[in-house]
């Protein structure tokens, strides 16, 4: 079954579109009144249409790789425990975290093919991202994935000071391609 979005067609996000909105219709009101000032809205519209980008990826279809799941900078290669809502135990496993900044397109993409074996949201704060204790202490959604070599995989969303909202556009036992869009922060 795919999910909603891993076809879309749309370059901009539907979930953008409400928030370009607000700022356009503010822009306009303010124009009535003093149009440099809603010049900065109309900039921050367009913003927030490319914030919400969602372009087109082709993704290379290897069982043997894992794909980077977020555009942005890989930030730290290493050997962690996993998230402990996941209930995967005290093992290490390696962890690749990818820092995405506003400039970034925020829609995830699975890293394997696979099935979802569980996904589960846990509520935090919105400490800036690139802070180490944000990882634990901010808003995330953690995602445990099989692959088709039965290995298992966890990817994690973790909202941040700007992108404070987790938006999963797939469900427990749903089959992924790699690639595949699964979210949106």
């Not at 009535?32 to 279809?61: D, E, M, S, V």
């Not at 180490?132 to 088709?148: L, P, Q, Y």
């Not at 039965?150 to 990817?155: A, C, D, M, N």
Request: positive net charge.
């Amino acid at each position: 079954m795919k999910n909603k979005d891993s076809n879309s067609k749309y370059y901009i996000h539907p979930e953008g579109w409400k928030f370009a909105l607000i700022f356009f219709v503010l822009s306009f009101l303010v124009s009535l009144i003093y149009i440099p000032i809603a010049f900065i809205g109309y900039l921050l519209t367009l913003f927030t249409l490319w914030f919400f980008r969602n372009p087109k990826r082709n993704t290379p279809k290897n069982p043997n790789a894992v794909i980077s799941s977020a555009d942005g900078k890989v930030c730290l290669i290493d050997q962690a425990i996993p998230p402990h809502e996941v209930q995967l135990g005290n093992n290490h496993m390696l962890r690749i975290c990818v820092f995405m900044n506003v400039f970034n397109v925020h829609i995830n993409r699975s890293p394997v093919e696979g099935r979802i074996d569980k996904i589960i949201y846990k509520e935090g704060s919105f400490l800036n991202a690139s802070l180490d204790k944000a990882s634990e202490k901010n808003e995330r959604s953690s995602m445990v994935i099989s692959n088709t070599n039965g290995i298992q995989l966890v990817v994690v969303q973790i909202a941040g000071l700007i992108a404070r909202r987790i938006l999963g556009f797939v469900t427990d036992n749903q089959y992924l391609d790699q690639g595949e869009r699964y979210g949106l922060i």
